[in-house]
């Protein structure tokens, strides 16, 4: 990537690190781009939104957010979107394998998260009847959960016990 490559990269990370939705992120661009009747009031589009704005004031130019957000479309699956949203979290890559194996091995136990050496959350998984995606989406939902009770700016670690 030539002159850009640092409004891009830091673009593409304020994009993984928020977990802005696809979603979201058109309707940043629309806004951003095209005078729309009905603008967004959600305060994360409007974070995107912002972040555009400053983009451009630098010079990056309007044709460019296309292809990034052309490689922020949302996954086929839910399993695709499990693993793309394990892939993003802030944890080591053995964690981030095991969280993997959790849905695609429909593992049985007790998932844990850590912050500072003290446990804030635990979540049970039991045995389900059915395709991974199923439970790829559960997990999904738990981990976006368990985020929410970590402070920002913490680190924190995920372990598992199987059962």
Do not use: W
Not at 52 to 64: A, I
Not at 151 to 160: A, C, H, S
């Amino acid at each position: 990537m030539p002159m850009y490559a640092k409004l891009v990269t830091a673009f593409v990370q304020f994009i993984d690190e928020n977990d802005f939705t696809p979603t979201q992120l058109y309707d940043a661009y629309m806004q951003f781009a095209f005078a729309t009747e009905n603008p967004s009031s959600d305060p994360e589009v409007l974070q995107i939104v912002a972040h555009m704005q400053n983009m451009q004031s630098e010079g990056f130019p309007l044709s460019r957010f296309v292809d990034i957000l052309k490689e922020k479309r949302e996954p086929r699956d839910e399993l695709e979107r499990y693993h793309a949203y394990v892939d993003r979290l802030a944890i080591s890559a053995k964690e981030k394998i095991m969280l993997r194996s959790l849905a695609d091995k429909k593992r049985v136990g007790e998932i844990c998260c850590f912050v500072d050496g003290d446990r804030v959350a635990t979540v049970i998984l039991k045995k389900i009847n059915g395709p991974e995606k199923t439970i790829a989406a559960a997990i999904t939902l738990a981990l976006k959960e368990i985020k929410k009770r970590i402070p920002e700016g913490k680190n924190y670690q995920f372990t598992f016990t199987e059962e």
